[in-house]
């Protein structure tokens, strides 16, 4: 069974930054994909990023392309979510999740792909 943990979130104002880290109890194996989700009080759960573990190949949401980047650590069984020009409406509490990558890999950012998930860190992000 695999247990993600995810840490690194906080308070910060418009404008900074954090790194959001999801730590797998696993070794994590090449081509399976970490994904992170969001979900702020009274809205629908968010995909904003996917990568496949052991190659370069990520997908962002439009909301946060540009801004966001995903990243792996595989001889520490950790992928990074790192968040630039956080705004507002990024507030939200920050998943991430493990499963078998299916393709196009735009469809990873769909939460029914993922097996496995954190119990999440908040983030929130004051004007």
């Known amino acids: 069974q695999v247990q993600l943990v995810e840490s690194g979130g906080g308070s910060v104002q418009a404008g900074g930054s954090l790194r959001l880290s999801c730590a797998a109890s696993?070794?994590?194996?090449?081509?399976?994909?970490i994904g992170w989700f969001r979900q702020a009080p009274g809205r629908e759960r968010e995909g904003i990023a996917a990568?496949?573990?052991?190659?370069?190949?990520?997908a962002y949401a439009d909301s946060v392309q540009g801004r966001f980047t995903v990243s792996e650590n595989m001889t520490r069984n950790t992928v990074y979510l790192e968040m630039n020009d956080l705004k507002p409406e990024d507030t939200a509490m920050y998943y991430c999740?493990?499963?078998?990558?299916?393709?196009?890999?735009?469809?990873?950012?769909?939460?029914?792909?993922?097996?496995?998930w954190g119990r999440g860190t908040q983030v929130t992000v004051s004007s």
């Open positions: 990568i496949v573990t052991g190659s370069h190949f990520t």
């Open positions: 696993v070794i994590m194996y090449s081509s399976k994909c």
């Open positions: 999740a493990n499963g078998a990558c299916a393709y196009p890999l735009a469809s990873m950012l769909e939460g029914h792909q993922y097996q496995h």
